[in-house]
């Protein structure tokens, strides 16, 4: 089974400030990586696709990198409704697994 | 308008089955793969089961297969999953959902089951 370890698992930003996230894959998945976000009691909403391809309707502060086994997201400019978590997830293989989440809060 | 929406959840004894409902509006149900995930308390999120468009594939993560089941009836735009021998672990928010890499990707609002004595 491919694992995702995402780092790191909290962080404390302020509003403005630019933010990286990273998820690491046991082994290589190509591009086949999803960003969402998740704020408390809500279902997840998908940010990225195929690891760097920006969800319609999404801000373009937003954005995604990485191919193989390194993927990034990166905020940029925080803004104050997106305090929230933040889980990668592989769709290469069965099982698909999430990252254990990345809690963004305020500084 | 397009959603999924789920229902079944409650609270179960360990050892009791519970089947999950997953209801869809608005797509064609029918021509779409569709996977249940869940969420305990206060934990991430993991990916439990997955179904073909028409039901041919099926896949579960290590820590359900043999006690859960997932199924759908295309004719009534509904996705199933069928519980079986529960434990406390798995004890968290369900939810159904379509995800395609370079389409929809459609979340329910989530059904909460627990399993407690």
């Known amino acids: 089974d491919i694992q995702m370890t995402q780092s790191p698992s909290s962080l404390s930003a302020s509003v403005g400030d630019r933010v990286t996230i990273t998820c690491r894959a046991s082994?290589?998945?190509?591009?086949?990586l999803g960003w969402y976000q998740q704020k408390p009691g809500k279902a997840p909403k998908r940010l990225i696709y195929?690891?760097?391809s920006l969800q319609s309707g999404v801000p373009s502060r937003f954005s995604g990198s990485g191919s193989g086994t390194e993927f990034t997201l990166t905020i940029t400019s925080l803004q104050p409704e997106d305090f929230a978590t933040y889980y990668c997830?592989?769709?290469?293989?069965?099982?698909?697994?999430f990252g254990q989440g990345t809690n963004v809060e305020l500084k | 308008q397009v959603q999924l929406v789920e229902s079944g959840g409650g609270a179960v004894q360990p050892g009791r089955s519970l089947r999950l409902s997953c209801v869809a509006s608005?797509?064609?149900?029918?021509?779409?793969?569709m996977h249940w995930a869940r969420q305990a308390p206060g934990k991430g999120l993991e990916w439990v089961a997955f179904?073909?468009?028409?039901?041919?594939?099926?896949y579960y993560i290590d820590s359900v297969k043999g006690r859960f089941t997932i199924s759908r009836d295309n004719s009534q735009n509904t996705l199933f999953l069928q519980m079986n021998s529960l434990r406390s672990e798995d004890t968290a928010v369900y939810y159904c959902?379509?995800?395609?890499?370079?389409?929809?990707?459609?979340w329910g609002q989530g059904t909460m089951v627990t399993v407690s004595s």
């Open positions: 959902a379509t995800i395609y890499s370079y389409g929809m990707d459609l």
């Open positions: 608005g797509f064609a149900f029918k021509n779409y793969d």
């Open positions: 179904m073909s468009f028409d039901g041919s594939k099926e």
């Open positions: 082994q290589g998945i190509r591009n086949d």
């Open positions: 195929a690891a760097s």
């Open positions: 997830l592989h769709y290469n293989d069965f099982p698909w697994t």
